[in-house]
């Protein structure tokens, strides 16, 4: 009879143990997958964010005028066929910095090609 009851302890032992652990593994893939949607939610409310920070920073009507002066101004500038790829506004960039802006100025100007006519003398 003691061998009973100590099998019988046994039992209850291990079906309780199983059950605590399948309780928390349940309980964990819980807590995980609400993790997992509370990171989505932060992350989509921040995607929001930032899309409504760019619609606002944009004026379509500004940038609808400007871009074909761009292009215009592209195609007399250079000789031959321009293919224009890519516009970035002054604007789009506010997180350069000052010393950024006054190389990029120097570099631009350094650029700058003056057209001069030579006259010739002939004798």
Known sequence: MAM???????????????TVVFICLIFFAVVISAINKLDRVITESKQKKQLQNLQQNVAPAETEDVIPVIIAAAYSAVPGE?????????????????????????NIHSHNIQKTRVIYESK
């Open 4 to 18: 009973e009851t100590n099998l019988g302890n046994a039992v209850i032992i291990a079906v309780v143990g199983f």
């Open 82 to 106: 321009v293919v224009v790829r890519k516009i970035t506004f002054a604007h789009e960039n506010e997180k350069d910095n000052t010393w950024k802006q006054i190389s990029r100025s120097q």
